[in-house]
């Protein structure tokens, strides 16, 4: 199984980046206007007053957590929401990720999680909450630590929709002491406007899903029928803040949208009906990622629990009674591997919409980011 950091695109590199200087095989998406001469990450433009109203409004949020769209209404400093994350952070893994030929990003792991995917595909981070507790300075010392001792080229913050505050002040802390390289902020677009408009002018990246497109699908499997509205929204507030990917002559992303989909068993027009949206209501020039590599995770596949059968004497047993016409396992609709048909289904709905910036695999053995 692929490690987590392999599952996540980290944009170290632009994976078309191309291996010859020939100049009629280089890629579209590295010419201008996605091509930039220099780049200086947001969060060092922001004025005094600005990063002070940041900080403010970031603990008055920890203080009535309305911050995704689960509107819990807690003081994150007393207790938690449905997150069950409270004013510290907790990281699971902060470490570089090395790519070929370059320094890597600084992935930084945030456990727990605001939605709840029964096929989550990172279930050991996400909501098994292992990690340790971070204040938001000791978070941005880390990022420090990244890109001193790591001589990374990004801090990459996965799943941070639950943690968007000590986000915000951590990036502030590191900034004064030193950071100087982009944030990217790597998401399941169930975010609130709330929480990406305090993140505005401190991410440079937003690396964000679109997971589905029903509401009864996102119902089923994400927990959240509002899923599709919610990730409409904030995808449309993300590319107003950053506009399309853009990367430096040396094929390094340095700020925009990238969006991810990963193409789920037999939801493949949903995954069509996606990158319609995205061509007309986003942007044409939108950078995608058609992930292929969903494999059955978390609750999927799993046995199905069974009512126990009541022994003769009255007592209960262990024995398990199917009952008629059951699956054996749970959602077993989604307990398989896409097919090629299933991927190619939505790729090609992409290139009808009008969509042609697409994150292909590399041509070499390294890693797909
Ligand atoms: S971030 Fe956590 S506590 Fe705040 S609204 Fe979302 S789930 Fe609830």
Redesign the pocket.
């Known amino acids: 199984m692929a490690s987590p950091f392999m599952r996540h695109c980290l944009l170290q590199r632009a994976p078309s980046v191309p291996r010859t200087t020939h100049l009629g095989q280089r890629r579209l998406h590295l010419a201008p206007p996605f091509l930039l001469d220099d780049y200086t990450p947001r969060y060092l433009r922001l004025s005094s007053r600005d990063a002070a109203k940041k900080r403010s409004l970031a603990y008055a949020h920890l203080r009535n957590?309305?911050?995704?769209p689960?509107?819990?209404g807690?003081n994150?400093h007393e207790t938690?929401?449905?997150?069950l994350?409270g004013d510290k952070a907790k990281v699971n893994v902060i470490a570089p990720h090395f790519g070929e030929g370059h320094n890597g990003s600084g992935a930084v792991f945030m456990s727990g999680c605001?939605m709840r995917c029964i096929f989550c595909q990172n279930y050991d981070i996400s909501h098994q909450r292992n990690g340790m507790d971070l204040t938001p300075e000791e978070l941005g010392d880390w990022y420090l630590k990244l890109q001193e001792v790591g001589n990374v080229h990004n801090i990459n913050i996965v799943t941070p929709?639950?943690v968007v505050p000590q986000v915000a002040l951590s990036i502030l802390h590191a900034a004064e002491l030193g950071l100087r390289v982009p944030i990217v902020y790597n998401t399941s677009s169930y975010d609130s406007l709330a929480s990406l408009e305090l993140m505005d002018g401190l991410v440079d990246i937003y690396l964000a899903d679109f997971k589905v497109w029903e509401p009864s699908t996102s119902k089923r499997l994400l927990k959240a029928d509002d899923y599709a509205m919610t990730a409409k929204e904030s995808i449309k507030a993300m590319h107003k803040q950053v506009g399309d990917l853009c990367f430096t002559g040396d094929g390094i992303a340095k700020v925009g949208v990238l969006i991810r989909h990963l193409v789920m068993p037999g939801k493949e027009a949903e995954g069509a009906e996606i990158m319609r949206f995205l061509a007309s209501e986003v942007s044409a020039d939108c950078f995608v990622n058609i992930m292929e590599q969903y494999h059955p995770d978390a609750h999927v596949g799993k046995k199905r629990k069974r009512r126990k059968a009541p022994a003769s004497d009255g007592e209960r047993q262990d024995q398990i009674l199917p009952e008629e016409g059951e699956e054996e396992v749970r959602y077993s609709d989604i307990n398989r591997a896409v097919t090629n048909e299933e991927v190619s289904l939505v790729r090609k709905a992409a290139m009808e919409a009008g969509l042609w910036r697409f994150c292909d695999p590399p041509k070499h053995d390294g890693f797909a980011i």
């Open positions: 957590c309305n911050l995704c689960r509107q819990c807690v994150r938690t929401g449905m997150c994350i605001n929709e639950h």
